[in-house]
Every structure is written in C-alpha cells, then in structure tokens.
C-alpha cells in the first residue's frame, strides 16, 4: 500500500494511493467514485491532463480565459519585468512561427 500527502489551498491530505483503473479499449478510464467525490468531479467537468516521463496527471481544468496575442504578450512583459529591448508583436510572431517549424516536438 502506498500513501501520499497532498498540500492543497492550506490544508494537508493523507491520501492512500491503492487504487487502479484500466483504460477501455475507445483510451477512457474511469475515476474511482471516492476520488471523484472528495474532487467534487461531474459528468463534463473539463480536466487538464499533464503527461511526464512516466505518468499522466489529471487536473481540473483552469478556466480559459481567450486573450489576442497583444494582451497575452502584454501579460507576459508584465511578470517577467523584462528589461531588454521591445520587440515587436510582428517579432514575436515571427520568432514563434520560426520555433514551430524547427522544433520536432511540435
């Protein structure tokens, strides 16, 4: 039996990490109806899922918010505080577009 402590909004959770689901044969798995109660997941609740090296993390999904490309840059300038020269909307795209085409990843 494994356990795992979980940090979560101030609080602490114990949580025992015994479970398992199996992935159907149309790729679905199915969430343990204990799990799904304390998370307080619905039928069509949108989750994130995150893959590693090694697992797959299910998340509840953060509310989209949709930004233009201007306000997402803007947003971005504001947490980093970058201090280097402006660039261009026009620059950026560029710059991003360039990474897609040479990157394999994506």
Do not use: C
């Not at 993390?57 to 980093?80: D, G, H, N, W, Y």
């Amino acid at each position: 039996m494994r356990f795992r402590i979980d940090g979560m909004r101030g609080k602490t959770h114990f949580t025992v990490m015994d479970m398992q689901s199996r992935i159907s044969s149309k790729g679905q798995v199915v969430i343990p109806k204990d799990i799904r109660d304390r998370l307080r997941l619905e039928t069509g609740t949108p989750l994130e899922i995150i893959e590693t090296a090694d697992s797959v993390t299910f998340r509840r999904a953060s509310p989209t918010q949709k930004l233009t490309f201007e306000e997402a840059t803007a947003r971005i300038r504001e947490r980093v505080k970058y201090a280097g020269p402006r660039y261009s909307a026009q620059e950026d795209k560029d710059a991003i577009d360039e990474m897609f085409r040479t990157s394999d990843r994506y």
